[in-house]
């Protein structure tokens, strides 16, 4: 597949590093703030024109160990840029408009570099590694597996907590009646409100398709489409259809789990205030807070250790016929 080639060889980082380099001297001569400071664009710009380079060296055969960790590092700028970026799709997913379009296209451009970036650098693995055939399913070893378990189980408060308020009980001193009229208030969309009104939280149904993709990032039904699947049953899962949000997603929520954790932490040891905003009081934005964020760092964590494991089980170079850490079954 040509895409494919373009991606191994490097020119479609280069592509990519193109247009993000237009970008960001679009916003920095424009005076379009990223993350808030003027400066970011110019920063953006120059990854851009780097990832130029990168790409560029690739695409000519350049051999080296340097290289390729620069284009891991790139990688990396990338996917820290693109963080936040599940945060806006969900807000956007329920009619609700995003903090600034400028960080939200940053964000999808960012995300996308990072992808072309990992496997421009993954295919310039060793030689000896990389194989025309691809490895049969595997379960994920076992300690992978205890994490997707503590993973899910980390959603349990979260979910039990917004589907009190979705069938109008009250969780922390707040109704669910408040929760809807904040809801209302914010512009949430008919079909976000709808589903409130029928005991459904929208973020309870984004929770179970989270948990879902996390084991199937861990079974082997995640790399070969299983029997309930009917027409698909048998063939080969893309690798990127898993990978391409479980990254996005361990981005996103790790370090916002993990950085909510510790401002948590501090509040509680008071060595700063607790930000209440439209809850009541700051005993109440505690009590949700340790919810909210120890779901998503608990889920964030877990699906980062199970996206790594899946890359490394389904990547070129491993034995035909063996998986680590399970059977080839696929159920």
């Known amino acids: 597949m040509m895409i494919g080639e373009w991606v ?22 424009g005076g379009t703030a990223l993350w808030g400071a003027g400066w970011v664009g110019w920063a953006v710009a120059g ?19 340097g290289l390729t960790r620069g284009v891991w590092l790139l990688c990396g700028l990338a996917a820290v840029a693109s963080w936040s970026l ?7 997913l329920f009619g609700q408009g ?12 960012a995300a996308a570099g990072a992808l072309l970036l990992a496997g421009t650098a993954r295919a310039r693995g060793p030689v000896a590694a990389r194989t025309a055939f691809r490895a049969a399913p ?4 076992a300690t992978v597996q205890l994490a997707a378990w503590a993973g899910t189980l980390a959603f349990v408060p979260y979910v039990v907590m917004k589907l009190v308020w979705a069938f109008g009980g009250s969780f922390a001193g707040i109704s669910g009646d408040r929760m809807y009229a904040d809801y209302v208030r914010n512009g949430s969309s008919g079909i976000w409100l709808a589903l409130e009104r029928r005991g459904l939280d929208g973020t309870v149904l984004l929770a179970a398709l989270g948990v879902f993709l996390l084991w199937g990032l861990v079974r082997p039904w995640g790399q070969v489409f299983p029997r309930w699947t009917l027409p698909l049953r048998g063939r080969p899962v893309p690798r990127w259809l898993p990978l391409a949000p479980a990254l996005i997603g361990a981005v996103t929520l790790a370090p916002y789990g993990l950085l909510g954790i510790g401002y948590l932490s501090l509040c509680a040891a008071g060595v700063t205030g607790m930000r209440v905003g439209a809850l009541g009081t700051p005993e109440q934005a505690m009590q949700i807070g340790w ?5 998503f760092a608990g889920y964030g964590v877990a699906l980062a250790v199970a996206t790594r494991s899946y890359w490394r089980r389904t990547g070129p170079g491993r034995e035909r016929g063996r998986g680590r850490g399970g059977q080839g079954s696929v159920c």
Do not use: E, N
């Open 8 to 29: 191994r060889d490097g020119r479609a980082v280069a592509g990519w590093g193109l247009g993000y380099a237009g970008f960001g001297a679009g916003c920095g001569l």
């Open 47 to 65: 990854v851009g024109a780097v990832a130029v380079g990168a790409g560029w060296a690739a695409a000519r055969g350049r051999p080296g160990r």
């Open 86 to 92: 599940l945060m806006d799709v969900v807000t956007l």
């Open 98 to 109: 995003v903090d600034s379009v400028p960080d939200a296209v940053h964000k999808v451009l």
């Open 138 to 141: 595997s379960a994920a070893p």
């Open 291 to 295: 919810v909210g964020m120890g779901a």
